[in-house]
């Protein structure tokens, strides 16, 4: 009886012990931060980050990346010569680090997970 209360005491603490895998601050796994709906905008392929964007209309100096691997083949999108497709959109926007970026403009850009979408 002694060694199962032992054995079942250990199995305890040794799953207690476990570390959780830690949630990253920035990107497409990173936790949602506000969600926003019907939002009309301008989805294209960036070449600065190489992911599939969208611009909101109106907004010229915000840039959301698209997290869902099936806007990827949209590569041929190119928002400079306009070859963009104007979209409605519902989404969850997450924090993007970039570090990459060297623009002297101010652009502020996040992570949006789409959860609806459809052609203006």
Not at 14 to 23: A, D, P, S, W
Not at 97 to 104: E, Q, R
Request: net charge neutral; proline share 6%.
């Amino acid at each position: 009886m002694k060694i199962k209360i032992v054995t079942i005491m250990a199995l305890a603490l040794y799953l207690c012990g476990c570390k959780k895998e830690k949630q990253p601050e920035y990107g497409c796994d990173s936790p949602v931060l506000s969600t926003v709906n019907n939002i009309s905008g301008v989805l294209y392929y960036d070449e600065t980050s190489k992911q599939v964007s969208i611009v909101p209309e109106g907004f010229p100096l915000k840039v959301y990346q698209v997290c869902n691997p099936e806007y990827e083949q949209f590569e041929q999108l190119n928002y400079k010569t306009k070859d963009s497709i104007p979209v409605l959109f519902d989404g969850q926007l997450k924090a993007l680090k970039m570090d990459y970026y060297s623009d002297p403009v101010y652009i502020q850009q996040q992570a949006i997970t789409i959860l609806s979408i459809s052609k203006k």
